[in-house]
């Protein structure tokens, strides 16, 4: 398989669990690869035989922007779940960052796999 990867998609979005983060919007950023063939698109040269990136980062924002989880676990699992159902991705690796969540820390999230790679 192939990968196409979408990497540092900022979105604001309402996450947290405590009272003062229900109230705001705290920025994620995305990083995905998500398993392709693009063989098929290489020879035609058509957008239509791809995997629209753009669509997929369109879609996100505007998910995750009206989103309003309390944990990342939850997020990080919706947007999977989008990715692999609405534009026929076998597999994807997904990195959520909840930049400033720990103190002292410049990262902190997860890293989900869901999918079959091959």
Do not use: H
Request: with cysteine.
């Amino acid at each position: 398989m192939d990968i196409i990867y979408l990497n540092d998609l900022c979105i604001d979005t309402v996450i947290g669990v405590y009272d003062w983060e229900r109230r705001v919007k705290q920025k994620i950023i995305i990083d995905l690869e998500m398993a392709t063939d693009i063989r098929k698109a290489a020879a035609s040269d058509k957008l239509d035989d791809t995997l629209n990136y753009k669509a997929v980062a369109k879609r996100l924002i505007d998910f995750v922007g009206q989103s309003d989880y309390e944990l990342v676990e939850t997020l990080a699992e919706r947007i999977t779940e989008i990715v692999l159902n609405e534009f026929n991705v076998p597999w994807v690796k997904l990195r959520l960052n909840k930049q400033g969540a720990v103190r002292g820390a410049r990262d902190v999230g997860i890293i989900i796999e869901r999918g079959n790679r091959y």
